[in-house]
T-cell receptor, first 112, second 113 residues
Framework: DVKVTQSSRYLVKRTGEKVFLECVQDMDHENMFWYRQDPGLGLRLIYFSYDVKMKEKGDIPEGYSVSREKKERFSLILESASTNQTSMYLC???????????FGPGTRLLVL | KQEVTQIPAALSVPEGENLVLNCSFTDSAIYNLQWFRQDPGKGLTSLLLIQSSQREQTSGRLNASLDKSSGRSTLYIAASQPGDSATYLCAVSSGGGADGLTFGKGTHLIIQP
């Protein structure tokens, strides 16, 4: 079975802090994705990566950056956390283009 | 820009009923469509993926259909059970390459025992 893990289930940070969210997949998938999920807005794509060191902006990249130094790991970085980044963050991976995406359990981030 | 709509937003039915969840999308130029379920506070579990060239996919009591030209998909759940209670999300892949999915806001389903 595909396993996508996220470093934290719950995280509380202060405004202005630098925040790292880590995602690891164990199935040698090429593609990895970061989404955020908010009530009333649904899931929205922040960034995705189709190879090591490669990244593409999604629909809402502002205030975020990403890093993919190894194939299995994709990090989401909040350079200076703000209260409007309080959300549920979901990581996903897929083997190739247009294949099934597998999701991690999510990280619920609260920025105070 | 692709938009995905799911109707109804919420549904409550007695156990044992067959039911249909609806999904529509504005741009018919999609590569595939996926149905997911999400339990409260959890991540998403993939249920079915339909490629744009396919008309339907089946997995156990679930059957998903796709009518690309009209921009519609349905998820049919047969003989519903309380364990089917969850939020069901529809998502489409519209772009080339490894782009992400565009999601609907989901249908919150409750199966009454």
């Amino acid at each position: 079975d595909v396993k996508v893990t996220q470093s934290s289930r719950y995280l509380v940070k202060r405004t202005g802090e630098k925040v790292f969210l880590e995602c690891v997949q164990d199935m040698d998938h090429e593609n990895m994705f970061w989404y955020r999920q908010d009530p009333g807005l649904g899931l929205r794509l922040i960034y995705f990566s189709y190879d090591v060191k490669m990244k593409e902006k999604g629909d809402i990249p502002e205030g975020y950056s990403v890093s993919r130094e190894k194939k299995e790991r994709f990090s989401l970085i909040l350079e200076s956390a703000s209260t409007n980044q309080t959300s549920m963050y979901l990581c996903a991976s897929s083997l190739y283009y247009q294949e099934t995406q597998y999701f991690g359990p999510g990280t619920r981030l609260l920025v105070l | 820009k692709q938009e995905v709509t799911q109707i109804p937003a919420a549904l409550s039915v007695p156990e044992g009923e067959n039911l249909v969840l609806n999904c529509s999308f504005t741009d018919s130029a999609i590569y595939n469509l996926q149905w997911f379920r999400q339990d409260p506070g959890k991540g998403l579990t993939s249920l079915l993926l339909i490629q744009s060239s396919q008309r339907e996919q089946t997995s156990g009591r679930l059957n998903a259909s796709l009518d690309k030209s009209s921009g519609r998909s349905t998820l049919y759940i047969a003989a519903s059970q309380p364990g089917d209670s969850a939020t069901y999300l529809c998502a489409v892949s519209s772009g080339g390459g490894a782009d992400g999915l565009t999601f609907g806001k989901g249908t919150h389903l409750i199966i009454q025992p």
